[in-house]
Structure formats: C-alpha cells, structure tokens
C-alpha cells in the first residue's frame, strides 16, 4: 500500500512537472536551436545505424525528436512518454509515421509488443533514479532488460567524473541482467557557456 501510494505520488510530481515545461511551449529543451542536442541525436542514431529495425520501442519520447528518426529506420516503432502535453506533440511531429504512441509510466507499463528488437532509453532514467522510489527504480530496470530482445541504446548527458560513473552504472545494471556493450561513445559539443557531454551506450543481448 506505502509502495503504490509513494509511487502514484512520485508519478504525479514528474508528470505534474513535465506537463509545465512542455505547457510553456513547443521545444523547451531547444532541440532544434541547441548543437549539443543535434549531436547528441545524431550520435544515438550512428550507434544503432547499419540495420533495419522489426519492432523498436522509446521510452520517454518527450516531443518525439528522435522518434522520428526511429521511424525512419525501423519497421515499427512504440513509443510511451508521461506526459500528455509532450506526447500530443510527439504525436502531431511524427504524424502518417504509423508511431504507436502510449501515455503511461515505464513501472507500471505492460510492455505490449515486447519483446522488441531496439530499446532506446535516452535521457530518461534519471527520472526514475531517485531516492525515494529505488525498488521501483529497479522493477524497472528488471522490465526494461525483459523487453529488449536485441538492442538496447543508452544515452545520458553528465556535467561532471560524478555523473559520468552514475551513467556508467545504468549500462553495468545492463551488462549484469545478460547484455554485452557492442559499443560507447562520449559526445560533447558547445552550447552557449556550457558543453554538455552524454554517454552513449550500445549493448545487445549476449
Ligand atoms: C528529457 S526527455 C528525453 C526525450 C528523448 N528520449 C531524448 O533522448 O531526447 C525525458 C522524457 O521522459 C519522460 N518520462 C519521465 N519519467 C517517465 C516515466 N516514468 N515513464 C515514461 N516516461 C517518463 C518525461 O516526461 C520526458 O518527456
């Protein structure tokens, strides 16, 4: 009973937060003006290049930036996001794509279609890497391993040696539920006073 209330609540404040950035208006994390997430996207797309997708699925598609590109080289994409603002914008920017969109938590989603072939996860577990939900944080990580039948793509910015080991850490947590790292990149790229980095991380089922 303490665990479904602590984690509707959590659900509701990400969910809550979201729909406020999202609210503000279209691209609130300047995708489209920012070099750092251009290269970020492309990076993600190079590490899964080479193959044509059967059955791949995003896990916080936001407004669908790189699920349109998913689109472009898979067969059939799913897509799950939290927020409805974002998600009704993932929608309009990936329209006649034949995307399968779904509005829900990863905890508690039940992974229809699995298993899938790509598994993107991009920029999206540190939303569920807190405190006070860690077993949850961990059910999920469990359910996310199940539905990756092939590939399963990583992709999280760090600003520090800190949050790098932390974003190392989620490809372990990978590596020991039966993937092997295909292969790993450091992308960094200014934008504006700052350079952000992301680790980006290919692995495979072993
Ligand atoms: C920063 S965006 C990342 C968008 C995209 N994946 C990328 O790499 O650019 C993270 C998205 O994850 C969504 N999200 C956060 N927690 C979630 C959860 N528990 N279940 C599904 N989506 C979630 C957020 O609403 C947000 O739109």
Redesign the pocket.
């Given at each position: 009973m303490l665990k479904a209330l602590r984690l509707a609540w959590h659900?509701w404040t990400?969910?809550r937060k979201?729909d406020r950035?999202?609210g503000r208006g279209k691209d609130p994390?300047r995708?489209a003006a920012s070099p750092y997430?251009t290269a970020?996207?492309d990076a993600?797309e190079k590490a899964v290049a080479g193959r044509r997708y059967k059955n791949a699925l995003?896990?916080?598609?936001?407004?669908g930036?790189?699920?349109r590109r998913m689109a472009a080289f898979s067969v059939a994409v799913t897509a799950?996001?939290?927020?409805p603002v974002?998600l009704a914008r993932a929608r309009e920017a990936t329209t006649g794509l034949g995307v399968s969109f779904h509005l829900?938590?990863?905890?508690v989603?039940d992974g229809a279609g699995a298993p899938f072939d790509l598994v993107?996860?991009?920029?999206?577990l540190y939303?569920?890497d807190k405190p006070l939900v860690q077993e949850e944080f961990e059910e999920?990580l469990e359910r996310m391993a199940a539905w990756a039948g092939g590939r399963l793509l990583l992709?999280h910015g760090f600003a520090d040696p800190a949050e790098r080991a932390r974003r190392e850490h989620y490809r372990a947590r990978f590596e020991a539920r039966g993937f092997r790292l295909v292969s790993e990149t450091v992308v960094s790229a200014r934008d504006g006073d700052i350079t952000p980095s992301c680790l980006v991380s290919l692995l495979e089922r072993a």
């Open positions: 659900r990400v969910r979201m950035v999202f994390y995708y997430e970020r996207l993600m995003e896990v916080g598609a936001a407004e930036h790189f699920t799950l996001e939290l927020s974002a829900g938590d990863v905890r989603w993107v996860l991009g920029e999206v939303y569920l999920a992709a």
